[in-house]
């Protein structure tokens, strides 16, 4: 081993790798503070000075190796941490994994039964037109025929006959009324007047005919998808039907407003409150309706202070229908009354 200097020595040891964690004790016969401040700034872990006691030496030796021990514990706790880290690690991102697969799930599901509450709802509202449509073109149709024929009819009655007359008469007035009365149940079934002329014109039919006044203030034109606008126009009809059967109220307020891609509905009475999901069975028709299109339903309704629906839905139809509404055309129909 060529000469080497005990400071080169001390360097060379803590450069290396493998011996770094090894203690180092230099004995020296160099007296000068200077020096022996020097080996233990490049690496010594402690210095004897010659001549020395061979106890005091054998002393120093069994603490650096006490710290050495303590320094393995250490380092070998350290590593068994750092793999509990690691495992743990690795057990939290498999959880969040299996929960974000079981997230994307549900919301998977979710949608499947919000599409499928929304197809339902769409086959019988389908159902429900088509059942109108046969009404209107068959009997709605036979009866205006022979109410034609009837007032023929009549005509050829020599004006002698004045009791067959008035008799004409009285058949031609029964038939208008039945017909007035299916015209009422067609309606029921499905506002035709909502395929025809739009969500405005079907809510201004509706306000025509409540027994009380409605002020109307409705903020959309044009059309609306399709499930939208028949929710819309049942939302009213039962709400003014209710204010009219049972809170005894004088007026309603209906508010219809679209914005950022939801149509926002009020209607507000100034009746008796009270309303009550869990009593009847138009409220829990409405929810269902209303959340098979995924919106929301709410009321306030406290004894003596009235009723007001708030009813929000959104215009891209849960059916995928995306239709999109006529910005903002808006005007209001006021003080509709009968
Ligand atoms: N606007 C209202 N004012 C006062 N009470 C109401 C109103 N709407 C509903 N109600 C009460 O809540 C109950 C449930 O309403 P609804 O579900 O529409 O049932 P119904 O089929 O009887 O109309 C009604 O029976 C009535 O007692
Ligand atoms: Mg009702």
């Known amino acids: 081993m060529p000469r080497t200097s005990g400071r080169d020595l001390i360097q060379a040891v803590r450069a290396d790798d493998t011996l770094s964690a090894i203690p180092v004790l230099v004995l020296t016969a160099r007296t000068t503070v200077g020096a022996r401040i020097d080996r233990l700034d490049v690496g010594a872990d402690d210095y004897v000075a010659k001549p020395f006691d061979a106890a005091e030496f054998r002393a120093r030796v069994r603490s650096l190796l006490r710290i050495k021990d303590y320094q393995d514990t250490i380092r070998a706790q350290a590593e068994e941490l750092s793999r509990w880290n690691r495992t743990l690690n690795d057990q939290v991102r498999q959880q969040v994994q299996q929960i974000e697969g079981l997230r994307a799930e549900l919301e998977a599901q979710l949608r499947e039964v919000q599409a499928s509450r929304a197809r339902v709802v769409q086959a019988a509202d389908d159902a429900r037109r088509r059942f109108e449509r046969d009404l209107h073109d068959g009997a709605q149709q036979r009866l205006v025929t022979i109410t034609l024929r009837l007032r023929a009819a009549k005509e050829s009655v020599p004006p002698a006959l004045g009791e067959l007359r008035a008799e004409f008469d009285h058949a031609v007035s029964d038939l208008s009324d039945a017909l007035e009365e299916l015209r009422e149940i067609a309606r029921g079934i499905h506002p035709s007047v909502l395929t025809d002329g739009g969500l405005r014109a079907a809510l201004k039919s509706l306000a025509q005919r409540a027994p009380i006044r409605v002020d109307l203030d409705i903020g959309v034109a044009g059309q609306l998808p399709e499930q939208v606008e028949i929710t819309a ?15 005894n109220a004088s007026a309603v307020t ?57 009813v929000e839905l959104p215009l891209i139809a849960a059916n995928g229908d995306t239709r999109a509404p006529h910005p903002h055309e808006s005007d209001s129909i006021h003080g509709q009354e009968t």
């Open 254 to 310: 209906v508010e219809v407003h679209a914005t950022e891609g939801i149509l926002h509905i009020l209607v507000r009475d100034d009746g008796t409150g009270g309303a009550d999901l869990t009593r009847g069975t138009g409220l829990v028709g409405l929810k269902d309706r209303v959340e098979a299109l995924g919106g929301l339903i709410l009321w306030d309704s406290p004894r003596g202070k009235g009723t007001s629906l708030r």
């Open 233 to 247: 126009y049942y939302v009213v009809a039962e709400a003014l039907t209710n204010a009219a059967k049972h809170a």
